[in-house]
Nanobody
Framework: QVQLVESGGGSVQAGGSLRLSCAAP??????MGWFRQAPGKEREGLAM????????YYADSVKGRFTISRDNDDNTLYLQMNSLKPEDSGIYYC??????????????????WGQGTQVTVSS
């Protein structure tokens, strides 16, 4: 069973930074993404990275502030988050597809999920 394990969440003041990690030992060369779910809201896609080319795509809400990357040697996905805002608070999930290409930053397109890590940004 494929497992994704997120880490790096925590509490930070507005304007601060956090880096999330997602250990994905059984995922190689697949499309992967980061999602966020705030209380009372639907899970939303933030960023994704293609397998192979490592091309990236970002939601407008995080473009220019967040950076998705991966270390293919140790199969770890990262999300560097800068200039954090209170509205960035929520549970952050990493997700993966079983193929290298991405098919849009939608929850329904990803079949493998981690358990999530909490991020709280205070004003």
């Amino acid at each position: 069973q494929v497992q994704l394990v997120e880490s790096g969440g925590g509490s930070v003041q507005a304007g601060g930074s956090l880096r999330l990690s997602c250990a994905a030992p059984a995922i190689r060369g697949s499309c992967m993404g980061w999602f966020r779910q705030a209380p009372g809201k639907e899970r939303e896609g933030l960023a994704m990275i293609y397998g192979g080319s490592d091309s990236t795509y970002y939601a407008d809400s995080v473009k220019g502030r967040f950076t998705i990357s991966r270390d293919n040697d140790d199969n770890t996905l990262y999300l560097q988050m800068n200039s954090l805002k209170p509205e960035d608070s929520g549970i952050y999930y990493c997700a993966a597809r079983s193929v290298y290409f991405c098919n849009g930053l939608a929850v329904r397109n990803f079949g493998i999920w981690g358990q999530g890590t909490q991020v709280t940004v205070s004003s």
